[in-house]
T-cell receptor, first 118, second 116 residues
């Protein structure tokens, strides 16, 4: 079974509108972390936002917020006031367990391509 | 140079060639990673190095050989590759212990590899 599922291969949003990118996850570990990354056409993965499984509040980072619904195992990314520069691939990823040693192992979803239009 | 750099950015090689991909991180991190990104597939974690010691090898074929001479540098040596190995190869690093509670990974721009 896939650990991270992103069901939207592509999304369109008009500039200045908000958009929600879906992510569901599967784990039996009570301790985990969820990440969202942005990958522009240049290829580099850019870290956007993090949500820990024990965090009481939804994470926010500027125009990015994470709609964390633990019981439903979903961690949707909300981008408010979309900009043309937001056009990119967006990946949801999960780390299970607390840090083991010094490295963290991430499992990624297949991504959602977001296109922001005028 | 800042962040995570990768060279070359593009590489075309024949199946009998030997080449190496280089990754360098300027963030003082102590863990480094190699990922493979193929079209329409999730990123695949290939290797993980923690404090210069390999801690993960996800059943990667032996035609891929990693090397981590120090905590700032990571190499991926390639030999007798197959056309299905064509992909974007991404390097990442993370702080590990003593860093942020996120321990997020910072990625380089990748090497676009084409095997003919």
């Amino acid at each position: 079974a896939q650990k991270i599922t992103q069901t939207q291969p592509g999304m369109f949003v008009q500039e200045k509108e908000a958009v929600t990118l879906d992510c569901t996850y599967d784990t039996s570990d009570p301790s985990y972390g969820l990440f969202w990354y942005k990958q522009p056409s240049s290829g580099e993965m850019i870290f956007l936002i993090y949500q820990g499984s024990y965090d009481q509040q939804n994470a926010t980072e500027g125009r990015y917020s994470l709609n964390f619904q633990k019981a439903r195992k979903s961690a949707n990314l909300v981008i408010s006031a979309s900009q043309l520069g937001d056009s990119a691939m967006y990946f949801c990823a999960m780390r299970e367990g607390v840090h083991t040693g010094t490295a963290s192992k991430l499992t990624f979803g297949t991504g959602t391509r977001l296109q922001v239009t005028l | 140079e800042t962040g995570v750099t990768q060279t070359p950015r593009h590489l075309v090689m024949g199946m009998t060639n030997k080449k190496s991909l280089k990754c360098e991180q300027h963030l003082g991190h102590n863990a480094m990673y190699w990922y493979k990104q193929s079209a329409k597939k999730p990123l695949e974690l290939m290797f993980v190095y923690s404090l210069e010691e390999r801690v993960e090898n996800n059943s990667v074929p032996s035609r891929f050989s990693p090397e981590c001479p120090n905590s700032s540098h990571l190499f991926l040596h390639l030999h007798t590759l197959q056309p299905e190995d064509s992909a974007l190869y991404l390097c990442a690093s993370s702080q590990g212990r003593g860093g942020s509670s996120y321990n997020e990974q910072f990625f380089g721009p990748g090497t676009r590899l084409t095997v003919l």
